[in-house]
């Protein structure tokens, strides 16, 4: 069983920087593929990033490319979310989830969520 707290979340102007938190209990954090996803207002929740349960593998959907990066603390049960150079099209609730399986983009594999941080990005 794994229980996920996201933080950090609020409201930034367009071109700014916010740094999500995912904290996580449970001893067997850090045997879990954690993936950060994202729902806007009326559209479905997309995959934004992901990161192997060793952090040595990250993935990112192209749109956050080379603006947001993930990391982990296994020693803290945390992952990060470090967001820069925000869009207003980067407004939406953020989670994060954990899976054990190889399919880090599909939602549906994912077995543990958090209740979500609101983004917002103002221009």
């Known amino acids: 069983q794994v229980q996920l707290v996201e933080s950090g979340g609020g409201l930034v102007q367009a071109g700014g920087s916010l740094r999500l938190s995912c904290a996580a209990s449970?001893?067997?954090?850090?045997?879990?593929?954690i993936g950060w996803f994202r729902q806007a207002p009326g559209k479905d929740r997309e995959f934004a990033a992901a990161?192997?349960?060793?952090?040595?593998?990250?993935y990112y959907t192209d749109s956050v490319k080379g603006r947001f990066t993930i990391s982990r603390d296994n020693a803290k049960n945390t992952v990060y979310l470090q967001m820069n150079s925000l869009k207003v099209e980067d407004t939406a609730v953020y989670y994060c989830?954990?899976?054990?399986?190889?399919?880090?983009?599909?939602?549906?594999?994912?077995?543990?969520w958090g209740q979500g941080a609101q983004v917002t990005v103002s221009s």
């Open positions: 989830a954990a899976t054990l399986k190889y399919n880090y983009a599909v939602r549906a594999d994912y077995r543990y």
């Open positions: 990161i192997s349960w060793s952090g040595s593998s990250t």
């Open positions: 449970g001893r067997t954090f850090s045997s879990y593929t």
